[in-house]
Structures are given as structure tokens and as C-alpha cells.
Antibody
Framework: QVQLVESGGGVVQPGRSLRLSCAAS????????IHWVRQAPGKGLEWVAVIWSDGTNKYYAKSVRGRFTISRDNSRSTVYLEMNNLSAEDTAVFYC??????????????WGQGTLVTVSS | DIQMTQSPSTLSASVGDRVTISCRAS??????LAWYQQKPGRAPKLLIYKASTLQSGVPSRFSGSGSGTEFTLSISSLQPDDFATYYCQHETTFGQGTRVEIK
């Protein structure tokens, strides 16, 4: 079955960096684009970034552009989110999710369990 | 940027009720509109994509409709497991969520 497992979250001081990982299994990873979506405590869902199946295209939300970098290693079936210059506004549960097979922006079909990032001094 | 507005924000209902949640886009969409269910402490779960296509494994009491700027999620007979928050999504934009609570 499809499984996505996020890791790398934790408590980090403002201005510091953190790298999240999303390890996938149960499907042909190299055929799917992968998104990161976050959810601040008690708030709604916010799309963060996407990477194409072959890594050629990457897009970011305005709120993270220039600070976050998405990448992937298809040999390891893993997607990464490098987050720099973190602020309290980045405190959230971060989820990775697969893009729809026919249209990467169409829907987020399978989700990981999420990893909590807390930015605090 | 496109805005997705859900209504109501909170909905109180009883088991067995028919429930309808609306999602309005600020501009005409491509028709790719998805609905998710999220329970506290859990990841969202895809229910419907492309406005009306039921995701595999999702109970048939869930249905979606609409096009252009107006979309609807319906639950034909609310079950105890359905009390949750529901989100619509078009491309990179999510609605603000609708919490379905026990009346």
C-alpha cells in the first residue's frame, strides 16, 4: 500500500534551518510529483511546494519562496524540504502528499502522517 | 490569486442527516476541485477529485458536484465517523474548512 513517512521536524530557533524528509513506498515513486502542505496549529491547510516526478520543475508558495528548497532522490524514493531562515510563522505540521497522476495540481491523493516543526527561541 | 470560500464554517447535524457543504471560487476554475476530510491529529484524506469523482475506498454516501465557480460536497446520511473538518482545494488553494459537529 502507498505509504509516505515524514521526518526531520523538531524545535528550532528563529533564523535557523531544518531539513524535512518524506520517504515513500508502495508505488512507483519516480512517476509522481510530490507536494508539501503545512498546517499551523488550529489553522487550515496551506500548500508549500511541489516537485515534478523527474525533479525538473519546482514551485513554491510566496510565503516560502527564497527560503525553502524542495528536492528529491528517486533512487531513495525520498523528497526533501530544506527550510532556511525560519520564523515563528513557519510553526506547523508539515505533510508530504502525492500529486494526482493525471494532473499534478489536481488533488493530493496520498498523505503522510506529518511532522511538526516548532520555531521558538 | 484565486480564493476558495467555503460555507458554512461550522455545521451542526445529527446522524442520518443529509449534509451539504459549498465551495465557491473567486474565478472560473479548470474543474479540478478536490474535497478532503480531516480528523483531529490526523492527515487529510482525499474524498473526491475532479469535482465529482469518488476516490477509491471512499463510501458512496459522499458525493461531489459543480463546475466553474460553484461546487458542493454532499453526505447523504451522516454517520458517526463523518464528524470532521472538510476542505475544498483547487490547485494550490484550499478553502478555510467546514467543521461538521454533532448537533
Amino acid at each position: 500500500q502507498v505509504q509516505l513517512v515524514e521526518s526531520g521536524g523538531g524545535v528550532v530557533q528563529p533564523g535557523r534551518s531544518l531539513r524535512l524528509s518524506c520517504a515513500a513506498s508502495g508505488f512507483t515513486f519516480s512517476n509522481y510529483g510530490i507536494h508539501w502542505v503545512r498546517q499551523a496549529p488550529g489553522k487550515g491547510l496551506e500548500w508549500v511546494a511541489v516537485i515534478w516526478s523527474d525533479g525538473t520543475n519546482k514551485y513554491y508558495a510566496k510565503s516560502v519562496r527564497g527560503r525553502f528548497t524542495i528536492s528529491r532522490d528517486n533512487s531513495r524514493s525520498t523528497v526533501y524540504l530544506e527550510m532556511n531562515n525560519l520564523s515563528a510563522e513557519d510553526t506547523a505540521v508539515f505533510y508530504c502528499a502525492t500529486g494526482h497522476r493525471d494532473y499534478i495540481w489536481g488533488s493530493f491523493d496520498y498523505w503522510g502522517q506529518g511532522t511538526l516543526v516548532t520555531v521558538s527561541s | 490569486d484565486i480564493q476558495m470560500t467555503q460555507s458554512p464554517s461550522t455545521l451542526s447535524a445529527s446522524v442520518g442527516d443529509r449534509v451539504t457543504i459549498s465551495c465557491r471560487a473567486s474565478q472560473t476554475t479548470t474543474g479540478w476541485l478536490a474535497w478532503y476530510q480531516q480528523k483531529p491529529g490526523r492527515a487529510p484524506k482525499l474524498l473526491i477529485y475532479k469535482a465529482s469523482t469518488l476516490q477509491s475506498g471512499v463510501p458512496s454516501r459522499f458525493s461531489g458536484s459543480g463546475s466553474g465557480t460553484e461546487f458542493t460536497l454532499s453526505i447523504s446520511s451522516l454517520q458517526p465517523d463523518d464528524f470532521a473538518t472538510y476542505y475544498c482545494q483547487h490547485e494550490t488553494t484550499f478553502g478555510q474548512g467546514t467543521r461538521v459537529e454533532i448537533k
